[in-house]
């Protein structure tokens, strides 16, 4: 049961974003621009990135929202079940393991990142802006982590939620859908 009150059916963030607007919408837009905006990292790669911080921060809700994000733009679910097992043994780029590498020192602490990793990235063609970009997803979603764990929001149990979930992220971003949120009393669970 979530330590405020949220309203039923709005599970996760979503109930805290709906919360206090005010401070939510900051936090969307900055969501807007990292992981929809225009980047060198596709939106795939980008929800990967949330994936595996908060796999590793083992925010359930969080976890399953993204990767069903990325599945939902890989149209498949292999690559971010591979991610979450073992990094190197992915199906992804070079690239990509060395910036989801960073993105997991980053869940440890911004202190965990070295040099070595950094230049692996670099040597395997991270250019700054998805270095600085991966750091700031990573901070981010620890934000939203803990956020959603320190409030004990809800995280329903049914995969369609989550399915449904990903495609509103796919079709609208991050945005609040201007109509709210009431069509979500059926689905949760």
Same mark, same amino acid.
């Given at each position: 049961m979530p330590y405020i =009150?949220?309203?039923d059916h709005l599970p996760g963030v979503t109930g805290l974003l709906e919360f206090r607007k005010e401070t939510s919408e900051p936090l969307r837009e900055l969501t807007q621009i990292l992981l929809r905006g225009p980047s060198t990292l596709t939106e795939a790669e980008r929800e990967l990135i949330a994936t595996i911080v908060s796999h590793k921060n083992k925010c359930t809700f969080c976890v399953t929202s993204h990767a069903a994000a990325a599945d939902a733009y890989f149209g498949d679910s292999e690559t971010t079940s591979k991610v979450r097992e073992d990094i190197? =043994?992915?199906p992804v780029s070079d690239k990509m393991k060395a910036l989801l590498t960073i993105a997991s020192m980053v869940q440890e602490s911004?202190? =965990?990142v070295t040099p070595q990793a950094v230049?692996?990235?670099k040597q395997a063609g991270a250019? +700054?802006?998805e270095?600085? +970009?991966t750091v700031?997803?990573?901070a981010l979603f620890?934000?939203?982590n803990r956020y959603v764990d320190g409030l004990a929001t809800i995280a329903p149990t049914n995969p369609e939620y989550y399915k449904a979930m990903a495609e509103r992220l796919k079709n609208n971003g991050y945005h609040r859908v201007k109509e709210g949120y009431d069509f979500l009393k059926s689905q949760v669970k």
């Open positions: =009150s949220i309203e190197q =043994s992915a911004g202190k =965990s230049e692996a990235a250019t +700054d802006l270095l600085h +970009d700031l997803i990573a620890c934000l939203y």
